[in-house]
């Protein structure tokens, strides 16, 4: 990734990292069998109960992330589109180099709010993160 990636970017990169590091099964990189997942909870999440496992600290920065930007207009339960633009401006600055940054940022939007409501809830948020490390996995090969 570029080096001016955000805290939020670099937490999906890692997540997205750390799922290929044990999904090693040949021709089976999309999916993580019995023994690779065990592995993988061995390993990475050997300290939960100390709070500093990397994949856990990746997804408590996603959720600060998402309460940080969330509480701007006093609800803190949504992100409404203003604050969901400057979640996408600060956070993917890979974004504000785009000549189609106003277009890509209204798509994401509009993708993101799924049941219509003009806010995004944290679930929206959550899933849309995960679309998005699926397509920056893609585009890592």
Same mark, same amino acid.
């Given at each position: 990734?570029?080096? !001016? &990636?955000?805290?939020?970017?670099?937490?999906?990169?890692?997540?997205?990292?750390?799922?290929?590091?044990?999904?090693?099964?040949?021709?089976?990189?999309?999916?993580?069998?019995?023994?690779?997942?065990?592995?993988?909870?061995?390993?990475? #999440?050997?300290?939960?109960?100390?709070?500093?496992?990397?994949?856990?600290?990746? /997804? $408590?920065?996603?959720?600060?992330? #998402?309460? #940080?930007? !969330?509480?701007?207009?006093?609800?803190?339960?949504?992100?409404?589109?203003?604050?969901? &633009?400057?979640? !996408?401006?600060?956070?993917?600055?890979? %974004? &504000?180099?785009?000549?189609?940054?106003?277009?890509?940022?209204?798509?994401?939007?509009?993708?993101?709010? /799924?049941?219509?409501?003009?806010?995004?809830? $944290?679930?929206?948020? /959550?899933? $849309? %993160?995960?679309?998005? !490390?699926?397509? %920056?996995?893609?585009?890592?090969?």
């Amino acid at each position: 990734m570029a080096s !001016a &990636c955000s805290e939020l970017e670099a937490a999906i990169e890692i997540l997205v990292r750390s799922f290929y590091k044990y999904a090693v099964k040949e021709g089976k990189r999309q999916k993580m069998n019995t023994t690779e997942f065990n592995m993988m909870l061995s390993q990475e #999440f050997q300290h939960v109960l100390t709070q500093s496992g990397t994949i856990e600290n990746m /997804m $408590f920065a996603l959720i600060k992330k #998402f309460d #940080f930007y !969330a509480k701007g207009d006093g609800d803190g339960s949504s992100l409404n589109q203003d604050e969901l &633009c400057k979640l !996408a401006e600060k956070e993917f600055p890979s %974004l &504000c180099t785009s000549n189609k940054k106003d277009e890509i940022l209204k798509s994401v939007i509009g993708k993101m709010d /799924m049941d219509g409501d003009k806010k995004v809830t $944290f679930d929206e948020y /959550m899933i $849309f %993160l995960s679309c998005l !490390a699926m397509i %920056l996995h893609e585009h890592s090969k």
